[in-house]
């Protein structure tokens, strides 16, 4: 082997999501210089010239956008995970002609606190398998050593350890009581971790996985029912009611502008001025809103709060006064609730028809989604392919019961709007009026025919296959791990 | 895929340098190019390092694609792979001679295994024969170095000659000056009698006789690896880029 030309060295800067959406597909994103190069298993670099990715909507076109747009998501701010140095050398395998017959290219990652990485790549010259395929051979060991995601990780540890539905593990054997605490305190985790993207205002999905790790304990909280004393339920419900109170109106402007160009797409084209001045005011009350919600992340008494909370669930065996089924075992529990979740959501399924008033849709919603956080929660206690199958087409239906539930969400909403433009948009109001009425119109249309689809959905789901599951896993016993 | 032939029916007027040259300086500008060594010395593969070919033996140049295909082999330079000559190409005539359509065999050879490629260029030896015949049917341009003295005026003549008897294209035939010193009045004559001779016949670049091309064979690379794009490197990389313009 023997150097093709001298050594570079460089910085690099490491980007990701910040629940690593890159590093799961096994890819690593870097910038160097005034370029990006996105570095993949099996494949060559791929390059494109700009600084910052930020969200892959606003980066310029080019080959490594084309690529993330597949996987990261358009919600999701790529950001800087991390910084090093970079030396790339070039090295040739020669012959006793001095002929290359294989070019190696090897990519020396250094950062502060991680190990020193280096990837090598090998490419081949037409014509001279053989002396690629033996150093292949030679470095076999090293070649699949290791994978982007791991370099990764450990380039930037705890940089990529972010999930927002952490693998909990539920022993057999334990009671109801520690699965509830167990679940508890790792959501708890999750909504902490999220406190800082929320303060940056990194990207919406911070706020996002914060609710819903709240609203997880939440539902703990309401559907294991008699694990503790009920005046602690009660108490403890009401205390997380508070935190989500907090950051309603933050994530719902959050997802009106998220849907901008949805809704401007279904409105006509002279109806969009109207609807564009609405999303302003919206913009600009969120920008009043995150830095009111930033604040009170910040706050002593926010702070004091989930301590506190930490602390109620962080010991063990810790002394929070139990209900009557706490020491029941987790299995037998799990099963009974499952169970009987699974037969509310085909009781009110069964009776739905063209004719159902919309409450019976939105408890079918509800009750779906209960089954669904049951399973989940439970679901180390099963075997994952059964599991899986059970939640597939459950998803699908609450996906159109969600898009049901969310046109009717909104359409009150904007009824809000209108009836109190007089107030506050009083100069635009007639413009801003025709919009939101022609949008209501649309949203109208859309929720009857998600409507439409929940009967279809449901049968997917209520198939033989299902049903076997369901009894074989909750009901009759059986299926265990 | 176009195919250029560096040929002269004389010998040392600088074919194998004005071959690897070209290719390297039409593989730097991005073209896919193959340089396909005709001539049994391999003085192009040995320039480029390349070994002799060991597999291409006898007629297999000509009737098997996956050997030919086979034998090429990569350059240490971006877009230039080279097929490498042997000992065996010495007897090209003898094969040629006892296949049927002896004539557009090469043709037929090139188009099945360079498919992968912008440009072929040949780099053929200095006689006329069946294999020449055969080169003048298979390119799309002949390349001819001509050193400006009598003598080299003379073997052009000839090979016109040999164009129009054998009812060949005659316009594929494209001269240029090589290996020229300007301190040579004999030069400057020649150069001057033969442009008013054929003057659609030649092209304007023309390759200074340098010490740099000679120390090729000490550096075994491209001139311009070596010299950058001053001096030799220079009229190559006009020597290309008139050439493209005439195809």
Known sequence: MAPRQEVVHTGFSAYDTFDGQLAREGWLLIGTGDKLCLLGEKIDPIWQRGALPGFTADMGDGPVREVLLGIVSPLRRLMLIGEGDLDCRLLALLDDEHKTRVRCECWTFMTKAGPTITRIALQGVRGYDKAFSRLCARLGGFENALSVEMVAGRLFPGTTGYAAKPAIDIAPDGTAFDTAGDIIRNYIAVARQNEDGVIEDIDSEFLHDYRIALRKIRSVLSLFRNVYAADFTDDLKARFNTLMARSGRLRDLDVYLIQRETYLDLVPRDMQPGLKMLFEEFAAERTIEQRRFAAHLRSDGYRREMRDLIRLFDTPDSSLPKGPKADQPALDYARVMIWKRYRKVCATAAIISDATPDEQIHELRIHCKKLRYLIEFFAPLFAADEIRILIKPLKKLQDTLGDFNDCSVQQEALANILDGLDETYADRKLEIAKSVGALLTMLDQRQKRARGQVTAYFMAFDSPATRDGFERLFRTGGGAS | ?247
């Open chain 2, 1 to 247: 895929m176009k195919t250029i032939a560096c040929y002269s029916n004389k010998g040392g007027v600088g074919k194998t340098a004005t071959s690897v040259n070209l290719a390297h300086s039409l593989a730097s500008a991005g073209y896919r190019v193959l340089l396909c060594d005709l001539d049994p010395q391999g003085a192009s593969g040995f320039y480029l390092r390349v070994k002799p070919s060991r597999k291409l033996k006898e007629d297999r140049f000509f009737r098997d694609v996956k050997r030919f295909t086979g034998a090429i082999r990569g350059s240490d330079y971006d877009n230039l792979d080279i097929l490498p000559a042997n000992m065996t190409f010495r007897e090209f005539d003898i094969f040629l001679s006892r296949m049927k359509n002896s004539r557009s065999r090469l043709k037929k050879a090139l188009k099945a295994g360079g498919g992968d490629y912008d440009i072929i260029l040949l780099d053929c030896p200095p006689n006329i024969s069946i294999l020449s015949e055969n080169v003048f049917r298979a390119a799309d341009l002949v390349l001819v170095p001509v050193i400006p003295t009598t003598l080299s005026e003379r073997t052009f003549e000839q090979l016109l000659d040999f164009f129009r008897q054998r009812n060949l294209k005659h316009k594929k035939v494209m001269g240029f000056f090589s290996m020229v010193q300007a301190t040579k009045k004999l030069h400057g004559d020649t150069m001057t009698r033969m442009l008013g001779a054929y003057p659609k016949r030649f092209l304007a670049a023309a390759i200074p006789f340098a010490a740099d091309i000679e120390k090729m064979g000490i550096h075994r690379a491209p001139v311009a690896e070596f010299t950058g794009k001053r001096g030799a490197g220079k009229a190559y990389d006009a020597l290309w880029r008139e050439l493209m313009e005439q195809l």
